[in-house]
């Protein structure tokens, strides 16, 4: 499974951003994807996840911020994220997790996002 992320870049605190992520290869294999963060000098963190059947989680310090959802006939999940905060500053990964396994055995390469006046 080959995992290529988009849509990274700088924005202004309050202001929104759209990161998409376009998945090939093995997909039937594959049950939830996801994004998560890491921030320089800190652990990779889960951002949101999304299952094959929509079900979604995200961890508590963007509910209501940032929205997961994926289009399956595009292989496609996106991250809309709003109200940005600059601590949301951090490279951003794609990540998929194969049906049977508990966590994500595929990465995307990343994407910067800066949240910055």
């Known amino acids: 499974v080959q995992l290529v992320e988009s849509g990274g870049g700088l924005v202004q605190p309050g202001g929104s951003l759209r990161l998409s992520c376009a998945a090939s290869g093995s997909i039937f294999s594959i049950n939830a994807m996801g994004w998560y963060r890491q921030a320089p000098g800190k652990r990779r963190e889960l951002v949101a996840t999304?299952?094959?059947?929509?079900?979604?989680n995200y961890a508590d310090s963007v509910k209501g911020r940032f929205t997961i959802s994926r289009d399956n006939a595009k292989n496609t999940v996106y991250l809309q994220m709003a109200s940005l905060k600059p601590e949301d500053t951090a490279v951003y990964y794609c990540s998929a997790q194969p049906f049977f396994q508990l966590s994500p055995a595929y990465w995307g390469q990343g994407t910067q996002v800066t949240v910055s006046s």
């Open positions: 999304i299952t094959n059947g929509g079900t979604t």
